[in-house]
């Protein structure tokens, strides 16, 4: 099982940038894609930012322009890199991949929680 670990939550003031950071306990390169998505209270889970291993990136319509998914094979690490932050994007922050060719996310980091306060 791979070992997700985020970084990088915390209170944040409006208009600020977020960087975040996701540490994986293997090579990066064995996956088929990585993503960050993120779940706000009382509401669903949903995609932030993708990027395959061929590097096809996507943005939710809600982040599009602000944020820049990135990744690491030195260290292994996936970024998101978010801009002009608003206090919806408040939530807990996810981590993810998919270790196999299907694409579909099936390891999970715990979360990170991003608090955008005004």
């Known amino acids: 099982q791979v070992q997700l670990v985020e970084s990088g939550g915390g209170l944040v003031e409006v208009g600020s940038i977020l960087r975040l950071s996701c540490a994986a306990s293997e090579s990066i390169l064995n996956f088929s894609a990585m993503g960050w998505y993120r779940q706000a209270t009382g509401k669903e889970r949903e995609a932030v930012a993708t990027v395959s291993q061929g590097g096809v990136t996507y943005y939710a319509p809600s982040v599009k322009g602000r944020a820049t998914i990135s990744r690491t094979s030195a260290t292994n690490t996936l970024y998101l890199q978010m801009t002009r932050l608003k206090p919806e994007d408040t939530a807990v922050f996810f981590c993810?991949?998919?270790?196999?060719?299907?694409?579909?996310?099936?390891?999970w980091g715990k979360g990170t929680l991003v608090t955008v306060s005004l």
């Open positions: 993810a991949v998919a270790a196999t060719a299907s694409g579909v996310m099936d390891s």
